[in-house]
């Protein structure tokens, strides 16, 4: 079966995310990926002409629910308090069912040199702490979070834990219950945040 471009290009970068998860970011090799996907490193090319090309979709991929978890919280929780945890638990149960898609989290440094690496990087990472952000804003409106606190401050604090969680799975290579203690850490800092 012949594949089209976009099919090729799918599977080219799963398989530079599941290289990145092996290796890290800096032993992603093309060489590597045409071996594993029995195609020409010359294909690659055609589709990616430079590795920034890849790294670049790679950081697409992993952000491109971004939005639609925003709405979907928002949409599907009526109480800001409960969308917050939505999003939450949504993000886990996307890192718990694709872990090597945390890779990412873990080489955000390895992206600044290159400038559009480093714009798409700091945009995934302020985007999700702005959306954070609104939601405790909306919950403070609502009067279920101290008025006192910074939203921003609370939203970066509950990412942090997300990503540090990430890192302490990738660290026990999978042995470690991330949606369990992520949710178990989050949940205490909304704990200490509610009315």
Sequence with gaps: MELDASQRKEFIILYAIELMNENGIHNISTKEIAKRLNISEGL?????P???DLLLEILERFSQYDKD?????MDKNENAMDAIRFYINSYLSYYENYPEIT???QSYDSFHGDAILEQKTRSIFFGRI???????QKAQESGLVRS???AENVATILSSIIRGM?????LTEGHFPLKEKTIEATSLVLAAIQI
């Design 50 to 52: 430079k590795k920034s």
């Design 130 to 136: 702005s959306y954070l952000t609104i939601m405790i």
């Design 148 to 150: 006192d606190l910074d």
């Design 103 to 105: 890779a990412v989290y």
């Design 44 to 48: 690659i090319f055609k589709l990616y």
């Design 166 to 170: 990430c890192l302490k799975r990738r």
């Design 69 to 73: 978890m925003l709405y979907t919280a």
